[in-house]
């Protein structure tokens, strides 16, 4: 008999399973418990259960089906995990800890591969594959707190794939990680390459988390090069999806934008990216390209980096220039295939 998986059950599910083993809702209660904030990997770790009750639920159930196939830990503190699901498909997720914060953020995939293509990511590379369940995006977070014994306080849909290709399971993975593990809303970003049509609804059912938009280039002309989603959705049409964003909202939305040398590090992208910004209600977050053996882009000089940070903070915007984590074992942005490497 195959055995029920309790991981990805809400409170009501488990209710009624106990209700079927004539067991109290205060069991159920227990049971949610271990799976979504102390993140047991076993039944037998249930210790406020009786031993005679672990057993009965060993013989039926078990807690997850979600493998690690492999884990790799940086210099920085960094953990990438290679994730396997039931079906045998695989996704990348990394648990990122800054220094000086108590901050535990995960960086899950919500798809296996990506359809967009982007010229300077890894994953676009694979193809895509298939959409995450919304359980396989919560069980990311899962392996990593039952792997480290600590709590995620934050998540970043900043893995594999396109979240807003995928929304319907975002969205419901964002209603678990809140509701089940306890991670508040706020603290919740999620990354897209811009699909238009879909940025309203994510502001319905979930204006209180934060979107990120991976904008990249300020002029059509290099983005349509660099992320070919801009010839369906281009800038102007995403700013109107965002200005709609803000309405519905009422959040700032962030602009991650990727300097790559002598591409989109320029004076000139500086300049447009000033004007193009110019108006609308958002914080910038600068991505110093990381490398990937796929293409032949460059990082940008420091320098680089600096002037451009500076000519955009002259136009009002608060600027941020993201830290790069766990590239010695490619976990950085854009490096994540997904795949065990030859
Ligand atoms: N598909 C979504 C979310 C995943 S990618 C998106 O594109 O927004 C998370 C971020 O990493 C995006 O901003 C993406 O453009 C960026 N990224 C991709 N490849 C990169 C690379 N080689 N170096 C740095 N950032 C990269
Ligand atoms: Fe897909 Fe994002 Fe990579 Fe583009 S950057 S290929 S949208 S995962």
Avoid at 282 to 300: D, G, M
Wanted: charged share 25%; glycine share 6%; proline share 2%.
């Amino acid at each position: 008999m195959k055995k029920v998986v309790l991981s990805g059950m809400n409170i009501s599910d488990i209710e009624e399973m106990m209700t079927a083993l004539k067991e109290s809702k205060f069991r159920a209660k227990q049971i949610h418990n271990w799976i979504y904030l102390k993140s047991v990997s076993t039944i037998d770790e249930m210790t406020n259960l009786s031993l005679s009750f672990r057993e009965q639920l060993n013989q039926i159930a078990q807690v997850t089906q979600t493998k690690i196939k492999r884990k790799q830990v940086s210099q920085d503190g960094t953990i990438k995990y290679l994730v396997e699901f039931e079906d045998g498909e695989c996704v990348e997720t990394v648990l990122m800890r800054f220094d000086n914060r108590a901050n535990l953020t995960a960086c899950v995939s919500s798809q296996v591969g990506c359809a967009v293509n982007c010229s300077f990511c890894a994953t676009g590379k694979g193809g895509f594959k298939r959409n995450l369940t919304a359980s396989e995006i919560v069980e990311q977070v899962l392996t990593i707190q039952r792997d480290t014994g600590l709590k995620v306080t934050n998540v970043v849909f900043m893995g594999q794939g396109e979240p807003l290709l995928n929304l319907e399971n975002v969205i419901a993975a964002i209603n678990i990680l809140n509701t089940d593990c306890q991670i508040g809303a706020r603290r919740i970003t999620v990354s897209t390459s811009g699909i238009a049509p879909k940025i309203a609804e994510f502001a319905k059912a979930n204006s209180q988390s934060t979107l990120a938009w991976s904008l990249h280039a300020p002029i059509n002309s290099i983005r349509d090069k660099i992320m070919p989603i801009n010839k369906k959705y281009p800038i102007e049409l995403m700013k109107k999806a965002l200005s709609e964003y803000f309405e519905i909202a009422g959040r700032r939305v962030t602009i991650e934008y990727l300097l790559i040398k002598d591409l989109t590090d320029t004076l000139e992208c500086a300049k447009a990216l000033s004007e193009l910004l110019n108006g609308m209600k958002c914080n910038v977050n600068l991505i110093p390209y990381n490398p990937v053996s796929e293409n032949s882009y460059q990082k940008p000089s420091n320098n680089a980096i600096m002037k451009f940070k500076y000519l955009l903070e002259h136009s009002g915007k608060k600027v941020t220039v993201r830290l790069e984590r766990g590239a010695d074992i490619d976990a950085a942005c854009g490096q994540l295939r997904g795949k065990v490497e030859q």
